[in-house]
């Protein structure tokens, strides 16, 4: 494991709001209505745009991959997504909304030499990603690398950020947490309040059946605030988390990381300023932390 127990979460923190950027921006959401999808909501190009990777994936296994939404929230979009638009156009269309996206926001710096830069040093990382177990990274890592920078770079940290989702769910159950749970645990720290989470799809009684299952395991209060036994098994969460993150941060070294961190900050900075991003989600962007994903 990586000297630096903190590095996996530092480089985790600045570049997963560049990919996560592509659920939020306009131009991401003018490439889903061009190809039918329902634009009224997020969530319908969400899916697409996140399980197109995987093929025509059945509900069944996009429940499995995404983890935390109920199987009825999946079931909404999933695999009405593959009637709308075929996976591979639906990949096609989310190159030219990443590319549109982060022309956008980021300007000049899309051509520039600094990013070139930093989609070098995204793609060593990510080529280094062991995806074995992890279907998500898997999938993205098997696709074709684009030669345009700014879209390698989208590229490398989508496969980064899915490489540390998947073992975040790896975390996740071997801690005991089924889905729901892990949402109201996370609640429980004061990660995000209970109703940030309602896009995950779970009812009221199914969140509260979680409630009292994390209560009885002395993780919640009565009032659904983390004890400190609740405390502790999620800092072991995240804490396997960013131990299982490690690998391709080690491969890209210490002055390497140190680089993508100061190449990649500006850009951070822009999508934090362009105000696309939720200020109170679940992502877990500048939390302390790791996200559910």
Same mark, same amino acid.
């Given at each position: 494991?990586?000297?630096?127990?903190?590095?996996?979460?530092?480089?985790?923190?600045?570049?997963?709001?560049?990919?996560?950027?592509?659920?939020?921006?306009?131009?991401?959401?003018?490439?889903?209505?061009?190809?039918?999808?329902?634009?009224?909501?997020?969530?319908?190009?969400?899916?697409?745009?996140?399980?197109?990777?995987?093929?025509?994936?059945?509900?069944?296994?996009?429940?499995?991959?995404?983890?935390?939404?109920?199987?009825?929230? &999946?079931?909404?979009?999933?695999?009405?997504?593959?009637?709308?638009?075929?996976?591979?156009?639906?990949?096609?269309?989310?190159?030219?909304?990443?590319?549109?996206?982060?022309?956008? *926001?980021?300007?000049?710096?899309?051509?520039?030499?600094?990013?070139?830069?930093?989609?070098?040093?995204?793609?060593?990382?990510?080529?280094?990603? &062991?995806?074995?177990?992890?279907?998500? $990274?898997? $999938?993205?890592?098997?696709?074709?690398?684009?030669?345009?920078?700014?879209?390698?770079?989208?590229?490398? &940290?989508?496969?980064?950020?899915?490489?540390?989702?998947?073992?975040? /769910?790896?975390?996740?159950?071997?801690?005991?947490?089924?889905?729901?749970?892990?949402?109201?645990?996370?609640?429980?720290?004061?990660?995000?309040?209970?109703?940030?989470? =309602?896009?995950?799809?779970?009812?009221?009684?199914?969140? =509260?059946?979680?409630?009292?299952? /994390?209560?009885?395991?002395?993780?919640?209060?009565?009032?659904?605030?983390?004890?400190?036994?609740?405390?502790?098994?999620?800092?072991? &969460?995240?804490? *396997?988390?960013?131990?299982?993150?490690?690998?391709?941060?080690?491969?890209?070294?210490?002055?390497?990381?140190?680089?993508?961190?100061?190449?990649?900050?500006?850009?951070?900075?822009?999508?934090?300023?362009?105000?696309? /991003?939720?200020?109170?989600?679940? *992502?877990?962007?500048?939390?302390?932390?790791?996200?559910?994903?």
């Amino acid at each position: 494991m990586t000297e630096d127990r903190a590095l996996p979460r530092t480089v985790w923190h600045h570049f997963e709001a560049v990919h996560a950027v592509l659920y939020f921006a306009p131009e991401a959401f003018a490439e889903a209505a061009a190809l039918g999808y329902d634009v009224e909501s997020r969530w319908p190009s969400y899916f697409a745009w996140r399980a197109a990777p995987l093929g025509a994936a059945s509900r069944e296994l996009v429940t499995a991959a995404f983890y935390s939404f109920s199987p009825d929230t &999946v079931a909404r979009y999933i695999p009405a997504a593959w009637s709308t638009a075929d996976p591979a156009k639906v990949l096609e269309a989310r190159w030219r909304a990443v590319d549109r996206t982060y022309r956008a *926001l980021f300007g000049a710096q899309v051509d520039g030499p600094e990013l070139a830069e930093l989609a070098r040093l995204a793609r060593t990382a990510a080529e280094a990603a &062991v995806t074995a177990g992890r279907p998500l $990274a898997a $999938a993205n890592a098997a696709l074709d690398w684009p030669e345009e920078p700014h879209l390698a770079l989208w590229h490398a &940290v989508t496969i980064l950020r899915e490489h540390r989702g998947d073992g975040h /769910l790896a975390a996740l159950l071997a801690a005991g947490l089924d889905p729901c749970e892990s949402l109201v645990s996370f609640a429980g720290i004061g990660a995000a309040p209970d109703e940030a989470f =309602a896009g995950r799809g779970w009812s009221a009684e199914e969140w =509260a059946g979680a409630r009292e299952r /994390l209560t009885a395991r002395g993780w919640l209060d009565a009032e659904g605030r983390a004890t400190e036994l609740g405390r502790a098994g999620r800092n072991e &969460v995240e804490r *396997l988390t960013d131990q299982l993150a490690a690998g391709p941060w080690e491969a890209l070294g210490a002055a390497g990381a140190a680089r993508f961190v100061e190449l990649v900050l500006p850009l951070f900075v822009a999508v934090l300023q362009s105000g696309l /991003l939720p200020m109170q989600g679940t *992502l877990g962007i500048g939390s302390v932390p790791a996200p559910t994903w």
